[in-house]
């Protein structure tokens, strides 16, 4: 079965950056795209980006264009999200989704959720 | 970048209710429409997605309708595990989008 795992829990300073990572297993990672999602303390869920790992073709909204980048390492099938620059209000938990169908299709499997703590 | 609205923000029901969420989108998207329930310290949970398909596994009390621009979600039949936010999300142009969340909570 369809099986994301990430990587655990990161506390950084503001201006740092952080790689989470998402191991993948039970598919054929190639042909799935990966959204990558957030929620802040308190706050809904926001959709941060969008990676077809056989193209490396990425998709950012607005506010994470220039300073999240979206890998995939196809001898692995693991994902990586990196954010640079982090803020305060980046503290949140992260979470990785595989789309339900093949191509441009939403989330239909989740990781478990990466919390990323953003601390002076 | 469209923006997706939900209503109510959020709702109180009993266990066996039929409870319904509405989510409007600022412009039409046909039927590229998800839905998601999240609970609190867990991943969410995709119910729907195409606006009506059921994703595998979940259960038939749950369904979804609409198009263009109105979106329902119907929960028919409340259970205990039901009580969660709900989501809905368009994926018809990029950035993708979430509504704001719909609380379902217990009366």
């Known amino acids: 079965q369809v099986h994301l795992v990430q990587s655990g829990p990161e506390v950084k300073t503001p201006g740092a950056s952080v790689n989470v990572s998402c191991k993948a297993s039970g598919y054929t990672f190639k042909n799935y795209g990966v959204s990558w999602v957030r929620q802040a303390p308190g706050q809904g869920l926001e959709w941060m980006g969008w990676i077809r790992p056989d193209a490396g073709d990425t998709r950012f909204a607005q506010t994470f264009q220039g300073r999240v980048t979206l890998t995939a390492d196809m001898s692995t099938a693991t994902l990586y999200m990196e954010m640079r620059d982090l803020m305060l209000d980046d503290t949140a938990v992260y979470f990785c989704a595989r789309s339900v169908l093949v191509g441009s299709t939403p989330p239909g499997y989740w990781g478990q959720g990466t919390l990323v703590t953003v601390s002076p | 970048d469209i923006q997706m609205t939900q209503s109510p923000s959020s709702l109180s029901a009993s266990v066996g209710d039929t409870v319904t969420i509405s989510c409007r989108a600022s412009?039409?998207?046909?039927?590229?429409l998800a839905w998601f329930q999240h609970k609190p310290g867990k991943a969410p949970k995709s119910l729907i997605y195409g606006a009506s398909n059921l994703q595998s596994g979940v259960p038939p009390r749950f369904s979804g309708s609409g198009s263009g621009t109105h979106f329902i979600l119907t929960i028919t039949g409340l259970q205990p595990e039901d009580f969660a936010t709900y989501y809905c999300?368009?994926?018809?142009?990029?950035?993708?989008?979430f509504g704001q969340g719909t609380k379902v909570e217990i009366k």
């Open positions: 412009q039409g998207i046909s039927l590229y």
């Open positions: 999300q368009q994926y018809n142009i990029f950035p993708w989008t």
